[in-house]
């Protein structure tokens, strides 16, 4: 009868052995917080939130490096920018530099400035006027003269086209008598304005029967 207890307790002691063990290798390790957790666990509890980190990190790491890549490509266009404003306006000094040397060129400066006058209706030279021309010759001797300019101007009476006429034949005489004075006809010019510019010259009609004689260097 012993012997049959002993078995009988020996095998419930046995089965509550068997059914903790049991009951133990059913335990959720990956809802336990107390669990010591093994790689294998680990790796099958979250394996999807490892990868998931690791994702982010390569996201991160990929978003850094394109971040970076435009930084560099910033950098370098703001230099391409700065390097372009700076030949721009090394440009724009030669530019102007070289519009000024332009108009310098191109416009003329002054070296002789005179006028001779004439009778109504004439267009010989008075003595006076000789005079005034003879020191132009002296002056064109001292100065490098590029061009003289004779214009020949009347006061408004008479008409437009006697007036033209006899403006013309006034600067010609001037000329005439510069170049039997030495100076080249090469250099002369001649214009006749008539009377639309006489007020320009003077108010009265003695001071507008004139010949203006410029001396103009480039």
Do not use: W
């Not at 002993?6 to 390790?29: N, P, Q």
């Not at 006058?117 to 005034?132: G, I, M, N, P, R």
């Not at 003269?145 to 408004?156: K, N, V």
């Not at 006034?170 to 304005?193: E, F, H, N, P, T």
């Amino acid at each position: 009868m012993k012997k049959v207890m002993f078995t009988g307790l020996a095998g419930i002691t046995l089965m509550a052995i068997g059914f903790s063990h049991a009951s133990t290798e059913l335990v959720d390790k990956c809802g336990s917080p107390k669990e010591v957790f093994t790689k294998y666990a680990l790796d099958k509890c979250y394996a999807e939130y490892f990868n998931a980190i690791l994702e982010n990190k390569k996201k991160a790491a990929d978003i850094e490096k394109r971040m970076k890549a435009l930084e560099d490509k910033m950098a370098k266009l703001d230099s391409k920018v700065n390097d372009m404003a700076g030949r721009l306006d090394a440009l724009e000094g030669k530019l102007n530099e070289l519009e000024n040397k332009i108009k310098e060129s191109i416009e003329p400066s002054i070296g002789v400035e005179a006028t001779v006058y004439f009778a109504f209706d004439k267009f010989t030279l008075s003595e006076k006027a000789k005079q005034v021309l003879d020191g132009v010759v002296e002056q064109l001797k001292d100065k490098n003269i590029t061009e003289i300019l004779i214009i020949g101007f009347a006061d408004p009476r008479g008409t437009n086209r006697y007036n033209y006429k006899l403006s013309m034949e006034r600067a010609q005489s001037v000329a005439s008598y510069l170049v039997k004075k030495g100076v080249d006809m090469s250099r002369i010019r001649m214009a006749s304005y008539g009377e639309e510019l006489a007020k320009m010259i003077g108010k009265t009609y003695r001071e507008q029967r004139a010949v203006k004689v410029l001396g103009l260097t480039y």
